[in-house]
């Protein structure tokens, strides 16, 4: 086992090296630089267009914008935003969450470009189902079926090896076995029955169950969250300071934490803000793609909205609370560590904050990670391969409490990496058509505002 994981380690740091960090955020500077840093002058739109509806309810699609944010959202915020922060902290310094931010930026455009062209060249399914996403867009938009059909086969391989399964269902066989003492087999077991019981009812079933769950735990952390900073605002500053000027400078070994290079902290927080948000993985697209709406850009602008929740918000409370109770600094690491970090802050009940957040947020992504593994399985075998996907899938749900994190991060990682690259490849060969049809939809909506004046 410990020679498989050195294998995997090193195809994990060659496919995770400076050539595709720097296409993951050259991709997000380029298009924010082309779009005219829409993620920070569109943002209140973005929102505005999330919390209301369309005026035309004939609009082609399976569920509403916000269930199919709700339903990318609940594959983005999950382990990454807890168990993902702590790793990423504690390999690369409080640094690793200032480079979490800076892939967020970029990545804010980097999603909104993939929700604009998800609806543009999605298509309807045998069943009557919208199929979008990088695999339809990559092939109808670029031309290139080599590159789609890369982007599916990986995208089932994240599904099933990476984001989807493995290092969800470990989280939250540990953090119940911690907290509640219950054996990881029995958990297991009920957390398989429960995957059954949504995701056999496909996309309308999995966005029910997102609708409800997802702004629930989200508020839900994130006001614990806000209790330690305020409970500790005097620290805050000091906090900030500390992850700005790691982000910089070398951080040295002390405590539990081994010392860190700026480069490496840039690795990790970019890395683990990717594996967090999924811009430029070219997943939530896939969701986006359900989404009842006549305009591409309107639903580019909601789904860049998921960054924004997930890694400038849910990311930057954990990351906040790890370094203000210097839990980055303890001999701990992943759950624990931040476990540790909300106990510090909120004794009694900061662990419970954790534990109640991972195992949401954990669950909703293994039922977000379903829906894009069934897609990109449409998408190369047609909807006869929708059965075998989820049996596999849940399968392998069942088998995942009983693998070593090590080797599940890193193989997540490996997989994220592949299913990138095909993806972003599609969106710079494709930006023109962004670019074009933004300029249209915000042109279209000045020319109504002189008219209505």
């Known amino acids: 086992?410990?020679?498989?994981?050195?294998?995997?380690?090193?195809?994990?740091?060659?496919?995770?090296?400076?050539?595709?960090?720097?296409?993951?955020?050259?991709?997000?500077?380029?298009?924010?630089?082309?779009?005219?840093?829409?993620?920070?002058?569109?943002?209140?739109?973005?929102?505005?267009?999330?919390?209301?509806?369309?005026?035309?309810?004939?609009?082609?699609?399976?569920?509403?914008?916000?269930?199919?944010?709700?339903?990318?959202?609940?594959?983005?915020?999950?382990?990454?935003?807890?168990?993902?922060?702590?790793?990423?902290?504690?390999?690369?310094?409080?640094?690793?969450?200032?480079?979490?931010?800076?892939?967020?930026?970029?990545?804010?455009?980097?999603?909104?470009?993939?929700?604009?062209?998800?609806?543009?060249?999605?298509?309807?399914?045998?069943?009557?189902?919208?199929?979008?996403?990088?695999?339809?867009?990559?092939?109808?938009?670029?031309?290139?079926?080599?590159?789609?059909?890369?982007?599916?086969?990986?995208?089932?391989?994240?599904?099933?090896?990476?984001?989807?399964?493995?290092?969800?269902?470990?989280?939250?066989?540990?953090?119940?076995?911690?907290?509640?003492?219950?054996?990881?087999?029995i958990t297991a077991i009920i957390l398989t029955i429960l995957v059954t019981m949504v995701t056999l009812g496909g996309i309308k079933s999995i966005s029910k169950v997102a609708e409800k769950l997802v702004p629930f735990m989200a508020v839900f952390y994130i006001l614990g969250s806000m209790i330690i900073l305020l409970f500790n605002i005097n620290l805050v500053p000091q906090t900030i300071g500390l992850i700005i000027k790691s982000a910089f400078t070398p951080t040295a070994a002390s405590g539990g934490f081994l010392g860190a290079t700026v480069m490496f902290a840039m690795r990790n927080g970019v890395a683990r803000g990717v594996f967090s948000n999924e811009s430029g993985l070219g997943s939530a697209p896939i969701a986006a793609a359900a989404a009842k709406t006549h305009s591409c850009v309107r639903q580019g602008l909601i789904s860049m909205t998921g960054t924004f929740f997930d890694t400038i918000i849910v990311c930057t409370m954990t990351g906040l609370v790890l370094v203000l109770t210097g839990a980055w600094n303890s001999n701990l690491e992943g759950a624990a560590m931040t476990n540790f970090a909300f106990q510090s802050g909120l004794p009694g009940i900061g662990h419970w904050v954790v534990t109640i957040g991972l195992i949401f947020f954990a669950f909703t992504t293994i039922l977000g990670w379903n829906y894009y593994g069934e897609r990109c399985t449409v998408y190369l075998f047609g909807i006869k391969g929708i059965k075998p996907f989820k049996y596999i899938y849940i399968l392998l749900v069942a088998s995942g409490a009983f693998l070593k994190l090590d080797l599940i991060w890193t193989l997540a990682d490996i997989v994220n990496g592949l299913m990138a690259i095909p993806n972003l490849i599609g969106l710079i060969g494709l930006s023109g058509v962004i670019i074009s049809e933004t300029k249209s939809y915000f042109n279209s909506i000045e020319s109504s505002d002189k008219k209505a004046a």
Not at 29 to 55: C, D, H, R, W
Request: charged residues 10%.
């Open 1 to 185: 086992m410990e020679n498989l994981t050195t294998i995997f380690n090193q195809i994990d740091s060659f496919i995770w090296g400076p050539p595709l960090l720097i296409l993951l955020v050259g991709t997000g500077f380029y298009l924010t630089m082309k779009l005219g840093v829409l993620q920070i002058f569109k943002l209140p739109l973005a929102l505005k267009y999330l919390f209301s509806k369309e005026k035309n309810e004939d609009a082609q699609g399976d569920v509403s914008s916000f269930a199919a944010l709700c339903t990318a959202l609940a594959a983005t915020i999950g382990t990454g935003n807890i168990v993902g922060v702590a790793t990423a902290i504690k390999a690369g310094g409080p640094g690793a969450l200032f480079w979490m931010w800076v892939a967020a930026f970029f990545g804010m455009a980097t999603k909104y470009a993939e929700g604009l062209l998800a609806v543009k060249y999605r298509v309807v399914d045998e069943n009557g189902q919208m199929s979008g996403g990088p695999m339809y867009y990559i092939e109808r938009g670029l031309g290139n079926k080599f590159l789609a059909k890369a982007f599916a086969f990986f995208g089932i391989g994240v599904a099933f090896f990476g984001i989807g399964t493995f290092a969800q269902v470990n989280s939250i066989t540990n953090s119940v076995q911690l907290a509640f003492n219950i054996p990881i087999t």
